[in-house]
């Protein structure tokens, strides 16, 4: 780089630099560069004059946008260096001033800055003319002292300084020079006549033209001036003007006439005929827009007039007679261009990326739009139009935008948009044009997994094996990715005491939940166990739903007989009188099954007796009468085998041998018949303490039924079949709890005891209690079932329908 393109580069950074200093640079900054500057050559310290600290440009991550005249530049650390050779006249030509605009981009916050590179010229091209000899044919005599003689002008691809800046002829008696200074600052040279010429005392002169440009190492070129002296045509032709002015609209159709010139010559004959042409200059591009008939002087459009290349254009031209010799005249033409809309704005988005999260906050830049237009004045001033109904808009500076969210994203609803961005100039007719914007809504763990019920019913037989599938439970997720990866666990809690995970598995994977060990409904009705699903994403979202167990009843419990006293090794003995009527009680035979429904429906029979037509059983209550009287023929033991059996499949039973003894005095044997209750002397009390305890529980029974009753009117739920009593623990257990009823002799003593099956404290589960009308005053109360359809399902499939129409509660036996 010269000292003269070094002291300008160095204005402009300190011009910057102050600019900067007080703010007054708002995303655009400008540096300059000499053209056929070094590979590398530092061109400016954009970070530093955008004011990011060196900490910070690993994190800003600064970067050219790839079009255009970013291509000869580099950021290095912040410095914008020139990794091309950059040769000013190839870019711009004979125009004075070079610019080459870049754009920045900075991220984390994205921006966008313009920059604006000036290619500073040097003298790296010597003047040159278009011909090495210019020769100049001159009258004898007509041509007077002071006469002017245009030449040829040389030209010199630099511009300003370095340009063509003098003109030297080499010193001659007949000549000398004069240049003349044109309004585009170009230089004109012309010969001056000196003296008058004499042809016959030279009839040629050699002369030397040479041009030397301003440039700090001057550089020359010459060419040879040959002046020949010719005799006569002493009228050159004439124009009316010497400069024209015409104003053009862009875009003439072609061969449209734009003016016709008209040179005049005073001589007659061919002396008088005028030929048109172009004066020559290699810089100059009109010729390429404009051509001329040289006969009639009319120059027409031969090429595009484009406002947005050239608003300026200049042609010379020449007038020459058919004299001997040629005379010539000249003249300017100046060609002013006015624009037309005929240039549609053009739209550059620039983003880093083309997705955003859906929980990006409000405002956030998505990315930088830049409209332009090339016309000027209104047909260049550009409004921009976004899709309506979208969360998004457009913030604007002057002819740059910012593309920032106005309304919450939510991929699950909306996963892409198409964003069209419509620019329009306000020429008239205004022009536009339109593009697409295609943005993807990056997914964000917002959303929590969800099951597809609200609570899940699973069955499983009692005695089943451990590890059997008992149900499953799904769940989706709307997000996506790892997000809607979904992780299957059960909430850990107690049961009985024990750890959940002790009862049930669940596969974490595809939520199957299997039976972790063998289930017993005599100990366990309903197993409730809550399910809970967790997504992978961060952070993780989760749901819970409740899981119900219900265990079927399965026959595996044989009746246990409760009176009479029952032993494998001891019959049991009851005494009667002979006197026996019809219909005399002998004693009761009460057992209970710990099974439910049918399986614990109970049936008593006679399966042996001595006397066949002697007793009776009934089936139901178990109640043993006499059926007939007795005869003396009768023998006085007589032995009872009495079978107790459910309705199970397979059916379960038990047996118990009663052994009875016909007495003419039962007084005598009393104390016998009582041994199976008490071996204690004292009986009216005990039968005292019997009483009172039941007569307790009936009380509470009734104080019980009564809440019940009134609190079923205030819900305006009661019917003819009750009540339902939710209750809050585990499943009933009912091993062992059991009710009494005492019935009593005539003479206080006790006769026989019924004993009902009942319930420990509510605990979890809900039935309902029926109250039968009058004439369904049965020797069985049958329980309404719970409405379970999942349940019925099952035990249809096995077979077992009838029993559904039992509680799974155990049944009352007496």
């Known amino acids: 780089m010269d000292k003269r393109s070094f002291l300008h580069a160095l204005k402009w950074q300190v011009i910057l630099s102050f600019l900067c200093s007080w703010g007054w640079v708002s995303g655009q900054l400008r540096y300059s560069i000499a053209e056929e500057s070094e590979l590398g050559t530092l061109i400016g310290n954009v970070a530093q004059d955008l004011g990011i600290s060196l900490t910070y440009i690993n994190t800003r991550l600064m970067s050219l946008r790839s079009e255009g005249s970013s291509r000869f530049f580099s950021l290095e650390s912040g410095a914008l260096i020139a990794k091309r050779r950059i040769d000013r006249e190839s870019l711009c030509g004979s125009s004075s001033d070079c610019l080459l605009y870049i754009e920045i981009i900075v991220e984390n916050p994205l921006e966008l800055f313009s920059v604006e590179i000036e290619i500073l010229d040097i003298n790296d091209n010597s003047p040159v003319f278009l011909k090495a000899n210019q020769v100049l044919k001159i009258l004898e005599i007509v041509a007077n002292p002071g006469k002017i003689f245009h030449l040829e002008t040389a030209e010199d691809q630099d511009v300003g300084i370095n340009a063509v800046t003098q003109y030297r002829l080499n010193p001659n008696p007949y000549f000398s020079l004069s240049v003349k200074n044109q309004n585009d600052g170009t230089l004109i040279p012309e010969l001056v006549l000196e003296t008058i010429l004499d042809r016959e005392e030279k009839k040629e002169h050699k002369l030397i033209l040479t041009a030397t440009d301003g440039g700090e190492n001057p550089r020359r070129g010459s ?256 997000d996506e990715g790892a997000n809607s990866d979904v992780t299957y666990s059960i909430t850990e809690s107690q049961i009985d005491g024990s750890a959940v995970s002790s009862f049930v598995y669940i596969n974490s994977q595809n939520g199957n939940i299997y039976a972790q060990r063998t289930f017993d409904y005599e100990q366990f009705q309903v197993l409730q166990i809550a399910a809970k699903v967790e997504d992978a994403g961060s952070p993780k979202l989760f749901s819970n739903v409740s899981v119900f167990i219900f265990i079927i009843d399965v026959n595996d419990n044989n009746p246990s007989i409760l009176y009479p006293q029952y032993s494998t090794d001891l019959l049991t003995q009851e005494n009667i009188p002979r006197s026996a009527s019809v219909g005399y009680l002998v004693t009761k035979v009460s057992a209970v099954d710990q099974d439910s429904g049918h399986n614990a429906w109970i049936v008593y029979s006679l399966l042996k007796s001595t006397s066949n037509n002697l007793f009776q059983i009934s089936a139901y209550s178990g109640e043993i009468r006499t059926i007939r009287d007795i005869h003396d023929a009768d023998n006085t033991e007589q032995q009872l085998v009495v079978l107790v059996n459910d309705h199970g499949q397979p059916s379960l039973s038990t047996e118990i041998t009663i052994v009875v003894n016909i007495i003419d005095r039962i007084v005598d044997e009393r104390p016998k018949s009582q041994d199976s209750f008490t071996n204690s002397k004292p009986q009216p009390d005990i039968t005292l303490y019997l009483i009172i305890s039941l007569v307790a529980i009936s009380l509470v029974s009734l104080v019980t039924f009564v809440i019940l009753l009134v609190k079923c009117l205030k819900k305006g739920n009661y019917d003819s079949c009750g009540s339902c009593i939710l209750n809050k623990s585990q499943p009933k257990q009912y091993a062992g709890e059991y009710q009494p009823t005492l019935f009593l002799n005539t003479d206080g003593t006790l006769k026989y005891m019924e004993v009902r099956m009942a319930p420990t404290e509510p605990q979890g589960q809900c039935y309902q209690a029926c109250f039968p009308t009058a004439s369904e005053n049965n020797d069985f109360t049958f329980m309404k079932p719970l409405n379970f359809p999942q349940l019925k399902e099952m035990v249809n499939e096995t077979g077992s329908t009838s029993d559904l129409n039992y509680s799974p509660k155990p049944n009352q036996v007496r």
């Open 223 to 478: 060419c040879e001036v040959t002046v020949i002296v010719l005799d006569i045509n002493d009228n050159a032709p004439v124009f009316d003007q010497s400069t024209y002015k015409i104003s053009l609209l862009e875009n003439l159709p072609l061969n449209t006439v734009i003016i016709k010139l008209n040179a005049t010559d005073l001589d007659e004959g061919s002396n008088g005929d005028v030929q048109y042409s172009f004066v020559q200059n290699r810089l100059n591009t009109a010729t390429e827009i404009f051509d001329l008939n040289q006969q009639t002087g009319e120059i027409f459009v031969k090429g595009n007039i484009d406002f947005e290349k050239s608003q300026f254009y200049e042609l010379n031209i020449r007038a020459t007679d058919k004299g001997v010799p040629e005379l010539e005249g000249r003249c300017i033409i100046q060609i002013q261009v006015q624009d037309v809309n005929d240039n549609t704005p053009e739209i550059i988005f620039t983003s880093k990326s083309n997705e955003i999260p859906e929980n990006a906050p409000l405002g956030t830049v998505v990315g930088f739009i830049s409209v332009r237009d090339k016309d000027s004045g209104r047909n260049g001033e550009i409004k921009l139009d976004i899709s309506s109904d979208l969360p998004f808009k457009c913030q604007s500076f002057k002819n740059r935008y910012s593309l920032v969210t106005s309304g919450y994203l939510d991929r699950e609803k909306v996963s892409q948009y198409t964003i069209q961005l419509t620019a329009s100039d306000l020429g008239s007719p205004p022009l536009y044009n339109q593009t697409i914007i295609i943005l993807n809504i990056s997914d964000a763990n917002d959303n929590p997994p969800t099951f597809l019920q609200s609570v899940y019913n699973a069955f499983s037989k009692e005695n089943n094996e451990p590890g059997r599938l008992l149900c499953s439970v799904f769940a989706t997720d709307p």
